[in-house]
């Protein structure tokens, strides 16, 4: 499928990425105050890390739950197919509310349930399906494994745009000669006016064709139901590593 529409912001999304999910929120902010158009594309988690060993580079949950989220985008590929990206917005909508604007659920040890094993399983896509108004035939679309080139090329074109030492979300500004660039990565969905100051802070560094990398691997806990903070509540530092909680 082509599309000539041209587009403020390209936002690249896996949707079991907590912190492109809080990312893309603010991105509904500067997108309403600035009226940028956003094309809400793919990137999968399970795909960049399609040649680690994920026994020992991640914490146990992290191979399901990447798994899941490659399920969920064959589903999104084949409703983008037949409804184009205009779909895309709600349903990203959809899916990130459906894992993160929730109670928090039992993790491993709590009588023996593995978290989020309810992911990208054909009940909880049906339910997003139901609440988008799409036909629930969609659901069989996360076993199609064709359409994981169709994710693979999103994904690749968002390494091509920041090399491929970068995790979710990516961002390109002003497609495709804007700045691109991985993050930035944020726990807290900023009110209406820090979320332009942090638009054009980001974009001013961004945009100096030198500028490489700012970095901390402190991360607080993204304030999400799904982890059990509320808004307002902050959530506890932890230390990043290659992507994943440091766990060693």
Known sequence: MSDDT????????????????????WIHKVQAQRDYSVNWRFISLRL??????????????????????????????????????EAMEALYDAFGASVFDVDRRPEVGDEGVQPRSWLGTTEHLEGILTSVGHDLSYAAAADDESLTAIVQADTDAALEKTGRDVGTPIISFQPPAGPAFFGPVISRVPNDEDALKLWDSVITLASFPSFTEMKRSLREQPQLRAFGLTPGEAGIQEDWKAGSRRWD
Do not use: K
Request: aromatic fraction near 16%; charged fraction near 20%.
């Open 6 to 25: 041209t587009y403020d912001i390209e936002f690249f999304w896996d949707p079991v990425c907590p912190f492109a999910w809080v990312t893309s929120r």
């Open 48 to 85: 960049l890390n399609a040649h680690i060993d994920y026994d020992s580079h991640f914490p146990p949950e992290y191979e399901q739950g990447h798994t899941a989220g490659l399920r969920m985008l064959r589903v999104a590929a084949a409703i983008r197919r037949d409804h184009g990206n």
